[in-house]
């Protein structure tokens, strides 16, 4: 398949460029092939095989298509990774479960070595729940399903927020305005959080950005943005 792929490249024209992940995945593996290192199971890459295809498309584009040196010094190390991404453990134990789930269905729950690549999961979903604080792992497991897959930090933010813990949910509606920064969500409830603070200058200017993101508010957050600019109002009215 991959020959396939690099003889077409070949016939395109100049604007066609192939990373060859195959190989790129060959030669940075900690194992005689590509396994737990850079898969979560067979398929799906974990954070490290997804930096490894980043940094491997970021220098074709450099190298070959713009035509300029590539400086890998520049690249920011794993912390620093992680940091930008506001990366935190429950992530990664949000990637771990959903990949446990996967050997139950077709193919997977009848590949032979099912058992130990389930039990593996299994074994760092625990060492990964154990490293959560007894809050933190509380928050988290107050999370059904769906909302661990598409809405981790705003869930765990409105946690906080129920709970009164105005602080603590604002540092998770800060990560989803950085992590998603498209959304209007984070910057709606950081306007709540503020007002909740008493800080109402910086809630409006929050409230004014929600706005102007790229993707339109849900009903609901219609509802709850609804709500606080009523709030603000009595507050000023007082």
């Known amino acids: 398949m991959i020959q396939i792929l690099k003889d077409t490249v070949k016939e395109a024209s100049s604007e066609v460029w192939l990373l060859d992940l195959v190989s790129l995945f060959e030669n940075h593996t900690k194992h005689a092939s590509p396994g737990r290192d850079l898969f979560l199971e067979h398929v799906h890459m974990t954070i490290d095989g997804h930096w490894l295809t980043a940094k491997g498309l970021a220098e074709k584009l450099v190298v070959e298509v713009l035509n300029r040196t590539w400086h890998p010094e520049n690249v920011p190390s794993a912390t620093e990774r992680d940091e ?76 906080h927020l129920a709970a009164g813990r105005w602080k603590e949910a604002e540092d998770f509606f800060q990560s989803s305005m950085e992590r998603r920064p498209w959304m209007p969500n984070g910057y ?4 709540v959080t503020r007002h909740l603070q008493n800080d109402e200058t910086t809630a409006r200017t929050y409230l004014k950005a929600s706005y102007h993101t790229v993707v339109p508010e849900t009903a609901p957050l219609v509802k709850d943005r609804q709500r606080l600019i009523r709030e603000m109002g009595q507050r000023e009215a007082l």
Do not use: N, W
């Not at 990366?87 to 959903?98: G, S, W, Y």
């Not at 060492?127 to 661990?148: C, F, G, N, Q, V």
């Not at 709606?188 to 306007?191: I, N, R, Y």
């Open 84 to 159: 930008f991404l506001h990366l935190r453990t429950e992530d990664r134990l949000v990637a771990m479960t959903l990949a446990s789930f996967i050997y139950a269905s077709r193919p997977f729950r009848e590949s032979i070595d099912r058992e130990k690549h389930v039990e593996a999961l299994l074994h760092e979903i625990r060492r990964l729940t154990e490293s959560l604080s007894p809050e933190e792992r509380i928050a988290y497991e107050s999370l059904d399903h769906a909302t661990k897959m598409h809405d981790l930090i705003d869930g765990l933010g409105r946690f």
């Open 188 to 191: 709606v409830f950081t306007a």
